[in-house]
């Protein structure tokens, strides 16, 4: 028999013991590292963390943030829905789907009455449960992952603060069918940075969420293996993560330009404050199709750099869904 009730912080260290043994993705594994459970739910205004039991024992944690959004034109409180954890011997027997309706029960009479998730590309799993929830999948966006690996020798770009860059990004790519209100700069900020022509912000989970490599596809394994030996090693190349290392990277969201030229030196230049700074990874954030996008793509290192789709998946809590075509990404849900 399940048991779900709610969270306290006396319950972190079994939360984290149980997200250790649920890893995500298929052809990239990763599992993470949290000071505690409920920090990344804490970044948030008003959260919520429920647990499920079965004989005493924590086999189940699912989390919620309450917060505005924008959807065609209309403020929500959304429920955004997150670190959905299930034991791995106790799968398959809808424990994920009676998590995911108790943290919907305990948002809408706090005033929710949307409610969303993100599922990264591959996660069969995830996808499963939302389709059992009958939740619709309501578009996404995705990532360049961009190997942090030599100098670009670019030039610096001034910095401002997050809200400025997020006004600018909206009028560049907006308007958002789907936006959620971002609060003030999210912990892990980085920085903001805006070249007039260009302009971006920088944001790492490392503090909150470390991501750590368990598996990465064969062909990434072999090309580990390859860019380790030499000669390959002696040359300024990118290097694959081993199982076990944490990923230092930075995301790069609410990246505008006024064309592919001026997204480019952006990037570069963000590339050169990440070498300083020992990141080896920076995630581009792209959602839709914006003009700049060819020429960033062909800019990346043509080796290893794949692009990681993401999904929204979406339930109006007061009737039929109008399905958002395009949303914009909050670094927070990330
Ligand atoms: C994703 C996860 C939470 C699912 O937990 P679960 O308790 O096994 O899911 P449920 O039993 O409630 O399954 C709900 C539906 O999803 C389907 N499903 C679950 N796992 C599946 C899988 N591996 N492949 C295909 N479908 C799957 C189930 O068949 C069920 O569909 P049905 O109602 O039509 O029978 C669990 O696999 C997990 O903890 N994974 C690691 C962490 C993770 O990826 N979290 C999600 C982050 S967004």
Redesign the pocket.
């Known amino acids: 028999m399940l048991e779900i009730s709610d969270y306290s912080p006396a319950l972190s260290d079994e939360c984290v013991a149980l997200e250790r043994v ?4 298929e052809r990239f594994r990763l599992s993470f590292r949290r000071p505690t459970f409920h920090a990344r739910a804490a970044t948030y205004e008003r959260w919520g963390l429920v647990v499920g039991r079965e004989g005493g024992r924590l086999v ?1 944690t699912c989390a919620y943030a309450l917060r505005p959004a924008i959807l065609h034109g209309e403020t929500r409180t959304t429920a955004f829905g ?1 670190d ?3 034991h791995p011997d ?9 998590m995911t309706r108790a943290v919907i029960e305990r948002a809408t009479p706090q005033g929710a009455d949307l409610f969303y ?4 590309g591959d ?7 939302c ?2 929830l009958r939740m619709t999948l309501a578009g996404g966006y995705r990532t360049l992952v961009w190997p942090v690996f030599r100098r670009r020798g670019a030039r610096a770009a001034p910095e401002t603060t997050p809200a400025q860059i997020h006004d600018a990004y909206v009028r560049a790519e907006g308007p958002f069918d789907f936006h959620p209100i971002p609060g003030p700069a999210p912990a892990g900020h980085v920085v903001s940075l805006t070249t007039g022509a260009a302009g971006c912000s920088l944001w790492s989970n490392e503090a909150l969420l470390a991501e750590v490599v368990e598996r990465v596809p064969p062909a990434y394994r072999a090309a580990r293996l390859a860019l380790a030996a030499p000669p390959l090693r002696w040359l300024p190349l990118p290097r694959v993560p081993a199982p076990g290392e944490a990923l230092r990277s930075w995301f790069v969201y609410d990246l505008h330009a006024a064309d592919g030229h001026a997204a480019r030196a952006l990037l570069e230049h963000v590339n050169d404050r990440a070498l300083a700074s020992g990141i080896g990874y920076c995630y581009v954030v792209v959602s839709g199709e914006p003009s700049w996008w060819p020429e960033l793509r062909a800019a990346a290192p043509p080796l290893l750099s794949p692009i990681i789709p993401y999904s929204l998946l979406m339930t109006d809590l007061r009737g039929p869904l109008r399905v958002p075509a395009r949303m914009c990404v909050d670094a927070r849900d990330l």
């Open positions: 649920c890893p995500q993705g189940a997150f959905l954890r299930v106790l799968r398959q027997r809808g424990i994920a789907g009676r998730t993100q599922v990264v996660n069969r799993a995830m996808f499963g449960v389709r059992s």
